[in-house]
Structure formats: C-alpha cells, structure tokens
C-alpha cells in the first residue's frame, strides 16, 4: 500500500521549507553584504554602491590588518585565552554540577552550595570591586586577569546540572552495582550521554571568550598584551597613534571607516563561523542515546 501525503500536507511542508530558507537568508545575507563591503574599493562604499558584491575589489583592508605584528600577537593571545578559558571554564562546569546534580540523602549540604552558586546571579560585588581584587591578586597585564575572573559561569553550570539530574537513574545504579565509582560514573556515563549540553556549553563558552573586548581594556595596560577583539576596536574607533605608522595613515587615506569596520566584524565572526558547524550536530541529539531510558 502506497502512502499518499494529502493536498493541506504538501502544501504545510513546503511553507515549512520557505519560512526555513527565508529565515536563513536573513541570516547570511548580513555577513555576504559584510564581506562585499570589506573586499571594496573607498569610492564604491562611499558611494553606496555596495550591495552583495563587492565593487572596486581590494583586498587592502585585510592587508592592513594582516601585515601588523600586533594584529598577528592579538590574534596568538586571542586564541591562548580561548583554548585556556574554555579548558578551566568546562572543567570547573563539570566538577560542580556533577555533586550538585545528586539527592539530598547523597550530597546533603547539597542545597546550600546551589543557593550559593545562583546568588551570585543575581548579586555582584561591581566592576571597581572586581577591578581591586584583580589588581591587589597580581593578575594585571596577565593572560590570567581574562580568564580568572569569569572561571566558573554559574549560569552554564546550572545548564549543566539540570542536565544531569535528568540522565536515567537505572543507568547510574547498574553502573554503581558493576563497581564504578564517581569518577568513573563522570567520565563513563554523564560526560558521553551529556554530548548535546556539553556541546551547548563549549560553544556559548567559545564565543563568550572570542567576542570579549572590554576586560582586555579594563585589566591590559599594554597594547601587544590585547586580545584580538580589544586590538581592533581600540585600532578602529579610537585610531590610536601609537599603533598606526606613517606608511599605515598613507593606507588609510584609501581606505572608509567603513570598509576597515566590516572587516573587524568579518574576521571576529570567522573562527565562530567555522567551530559552528563541528558542533551544532550534537544539538539535536538526545539525552541518552544508546543508553536506558526511563
């Protein structure tokens, strides 16, 4: 017997596939437009004439933040506070949530360490507080002032916990009757069935460190001590002297604001642009694939 899908059907499937793709194309065509903007020439931008392809084709603009050595040494401690901060922010995730995620009966000041965690949620001690104790703990002009101070997000914790406290209690007491200990249940059992949410996590954790500009400014009194998004902003919007040369001012007669900020936001969105795809798979996958289910 052959399965015939009905008029109403085919016509809900196909207005699903437009509203999808309409949603999608307003989605990439900011960053087509970005990119034609940043590959054009001054005349073309100014003029307006730049749409979703570029006019005048140059590459000057990347030229110009390519061939600075800051920009090369923003983008190398851009991506030691990513790959640090990631390594400490998943870690401290993980070792909280897994104990504040069993009973009462097995953890049982268990209630008072998540009031405590999700207070600070709603209280903070303020930036010139945060600035203090930054400052008073040596951490200044350190990879560590950008990574320290935001080691444990409580919001993703708690992410995490819920997360976890919803994994099949019949797969941790079999795993605790073969001899597994916590440790191994971690490792074993919460961390492979958790992919989805460890996979959310590393992502939001990825961008929040890439996307960071203002704490480079805040704890970094140094310039070839910035990360890659505090370098471009301070580059861009203030035009800082001391980080521009003569033969740089020469490049930037031929060159629009414009241009040189489309190609800030093009090269800050790049790496995110490329890690996305490597892990929106885990996205829709569910919480105990090739395990028990209650």
């Given at each position: 017997?052959v399965?015939?899908e009905?008029f109403?059907?085919?016509?809900?499937i196909a207005?699903?596939?437009?509203l999808?793709s309409?949603?999608?194309?307003?989605?990439?065509?900011?960053?087509?437009?970005?990119?034609?903007?940043?590959?054009?020439?001054?005349?073309?931008?100014l003029?307006?004439?730049?749409?979703?392809?570029?006019?005048?084709?140059?590459?000057?603009?990347?030229?110009?933040?390519?061939?600075?050595?800051?920009?090369?040494?923003?983008?190398?401690?851009?991506?030691?506070?990513?790959?640090?901060?990631?390594?400490?922010?998943?870690?401290?995730?993980?070792?909280?949530?897994?104990?504040l995620?069993?009973?009462v009966?097995q953890?049982?000041?268990?209630?008072?360490?998540?009031?405590?965690?999700a207070i600070?949620?709603?209280?903070g001690?303020?930036?010139?507080?945060?600035?203090?104790?930054?400052?008073?703990t040596g951490?200044?002009?350190?990879?560590?002032?950008?990574?320290?101070?935001?080691?444990?997000?409580?919001?993703?914790?708690?992410?995490?916990?819920?997360?976890?406290?919803?994994?099949?209690?019949?797969?941790q007491?079999?795993?605790?009757m073969?001899?597994?200990g916590?440790w191994?249940?971690?490792?074993s059992i919460?961390l492979?069935?958790s992919?989805?949410?460890?996979?959310?996590?590393?992502?939001f954790?990825?961008v929040?460190?890439?996307?960071?500009?203002?704490d480079?400014i805040?704890?970094?009194?140094?310039?070839e001590?910035?990360?890659?998004?505090?370098?471009?902003?301070?580059?861009?919007?203030?035009?800082?002297?001391?980080?521009?040369?003569?033969?740089d001012?020469?490049?930037?007669q031929?060159?629009?604001?414009?241009?040189?900020?489309?190609?800030?936001?093009f090269?800050?969105?790049?790496?995110?642009?490329?890690?996305?795809?490597?892990?929106?798979?885990?996205?829709?996958?569910?919480?105990?694939?090739?395990?028990?289910?209650?």
């Amino acid at each position: 017997m052959v399965y015939k899908e009905s008029f109403p059907r085919r016509a809900f499937i196909a207005g699903n596939y437009l509203l999808l793709s309409a949603v999608t194309l307003l989605g990439i065509i900011p960053f087509i437009h970005l990119l034609a903007v940043s590959l054009s020439s001054n005349t073309a931008v100014l003029a307006g004439e730049v749409t979703l392809w570029p006019r005048g084709f140059t590459l000057e603009a990347y030229r110009f933040l390519g061939q600075k050595v800051d920009f090369i040494r923003s983008l190398g401690v851009s991506l030691e506070r990513v790959v640090l901060g990631t390594v400490i922010n998943m870690l401290l995730a993980v070792l909280t949530a897994y104990p504040l995620s069993k009973e009462v009966r097995q953890f049982r000041f268990r209630t008072f360490y998540v009031w405590f965690f999700a207070i600070t949620m709603f209280f903070g001690g303020g930036l010139i507080p945060t600035y203090i104790v930054v400052k008073e703990t040596g951490l200044m002009n350190t990879i560590w002032a950008l990574v320290v101070p935001g080691a444990l997000n409580v919001w993703n914790m708690i992410m995490l916990l819920n997360f976890f406290r919803g994994i099949s209690k019949d797969l941790q007491e079999a795993a605790l009757m073969d001899g597994a200990g916590h440790w191994k249940l971690l490792w074993s059992i919460y961390l492979p069935v958790s992919k989805p949410a460890i996979a959310t996590i590393l992502l939001f954790t990825i961008v929040g460190h890439w996307n960071s500009w203002f704490d480079g400014i805040l704890y970094l009194n140094a310039p070839e001590h910035y990360p890659l998004q505090t370098y471009l902003s301070t580059l861009v919007t203030s035009m800082n002297k001391s980080m521009i040369g003569i033969d740089d001012l020469n490049v930037l007669q031929n060159l629009s604001e414009q241009t040189l900020r489309t190609a800030q936001i093009f090269l800050g969105a790049l790496p995110i642009m490329l890690v996305y795809p490597f892990l929106q798979k885990h996205f829709t996958k569910g919480i105990t694939i090739g395990s028990v289910k209650e």
